[in-house]
């Protein structure tokens, strides 16, 4: 039993029943647009990272970057990336066995 349900139950009130299932539920949506969000976002990271290497390598040419800001902005790119995917799946992975009733 969920803990805000059971606060429902002991309560014996049939206005703290609905507040319970609005919230229940009201969590269940945030923490999944929540995950989803930080998934699209690593895969965004993901597909853009050539990109953005090619971007780096036009600024160095260019002068407008040193070889280590250059080194330091792709060192966070490569980290970022698999970083937020790899957690945005973790939170799905966590939501669909919470939730998955």
């Known amino acids: 039993m969920k803990p805000v349900a ?10 703290w029943t609905a507040l319970a299932q609005f919230s229940s539920r ?4 945030v923490g999944f647009a ?3 969000l ?12 050539p990109r953005q290497r090619m971007a780096i390598e036009e600024q160095i040419k260019d002068g407008h970057l040193t070889e280590e800001q250059a080194r330091r902005r792709l060192r ?8 937020t995917t790899i957690a945005g799946m973790a939170l799905l992975v966590k939501w669909f066995l919470t939730f998955a009733e």
Not at 38 to 49: D, E, N, Q, R, Y
Not at 76 to 83: D, M, R, S
């Open 38 to 49: 930080l998934t699209i976002v690593g895969v965004a990271l993901s597909w853009h990272l």
């Open 34 to 36: 929540g995950a989803a």
């Open 6 to 15: 059971w606060i429902a139950k002991a309560a014996h009130l049939p206005g």
């Open 26 to 29: 009201w969590n269940e949506r």
């Open 76 to 83: 966070i790119y490569h980290l970022c990336a698999p970083v």
